[in-house]
């Protein structure tokens, strides 16, 4: 069965300080995809990265960067130079591997999610 | 409109009573999800349906609950008899059928179900 493991239930940042949003992942495919998600107070989710298990490399994105480490099955994030507006709670999530014939996830394992305030 | 959308956004109901919960996704997006989330928790996979497959409905609960959905529009999630446990939030989510975007979900903002 597939899990995610989000340890951190709850981090309180000052505004311009990183912080790492730690993911921990179990699957016993050997090919899956890891995803985070943001959901602002307004409380709809939104998609932030997907990586599949092949591709390890980091990815940066502005403020934003992901660590991929199949070796440890984790996927953390980290925001850099914090902002208010980072403030949501993050989900990572888990899929096996992709239908072929349709192109889709057929769904996706959430953690319970990491609640982010970054205050002034 | 653009994304997907979802009502009620709230629904007040009692113990026993059933419900209807409707998805709008976004045209063009065969795949659709629905998800529960209860408060202070992380989102729960009930059921998927893509195109004319038949549906993945390994996460539905119990048999009191029940989707269907009309080719690739709208969906109905259908809860039976509730229970004062059903009390979350019902999230629908959908996204094109491309590998390269695979698993990139659009979410509507929820229904909030409150059984008392």
């Known amino acids: 069965a597939q899990k995610v493991t989000q340890a951190q239930t709850e981090i309180s940042v000052v505004e311009k300080e990183d912080v790492t949003l730690d993911c921990v992942y179990e699957?016993?495919?050997?090919?899956?995809?890891l995803f985070w998600y943001k959901q602002p107070p307004s409380g709809e989710l939104v998609f932030l990265i997907r990586r599949n298990s092949f591709d390890e490399q980091n990815e940066i994105s502005g403020r934003y960067s992901w660590n991929f480490q199949k070796s440890t099955s984790s996927f953390n994030f980290t925001i850099t130079a914090s902002q208010v507006v980072d403030s949501a709670v993050y989900f990572c999530?888990?899929?096996?591997?992709?239908?072929?014939?349709?192109?889709?996830?057929?769904?996706?394992?959430f953690g319970t999610g990491t609640r982010l305030q970054v205050t002034l | 409109g653009a994304g997907v959308s979802q009502s009620p956004s709230n629904k007040v109901t009692e113990k026993g009573k059933d419900v209807e919960l409707r998805c709008d996704p976004i045209s063009g997006h065969t795949a659709l999800y629905w998800y529960r989330q209860r408060l202070g928790q992380g989102l729960e996979f009930l059921i998927y349906?893509?195109?004319?497959?038949?549906?993945?409905k390994s996460g539905l609960p119990s048999d009191r609950f029940s989707a269907e959905r009309t080719g690739e529009s709208v969906s109905t999630l259908t809860i039976q008899r509730t229970q004062q446990e059903d009390s979350a939030v019902y999230l629908c989510a959908s996204s094109l059928a491309s590998p390269g975007v695979a698993g990139e979900l659009f979410f509507g903002e929820g229904s909030r179900l409150t059984v008392l």
């Open positions: 999530a888990l899929s096996e591997a992709l239908c072929l014939n349709t192109g889709t996830a057929s769904k996706l394992t």
């Open positions: 349906f893509q195109g004319n497959s038949a549906p993945d």
């Open positions: 699957t016993r495919d050997t090919t899956y995809y």
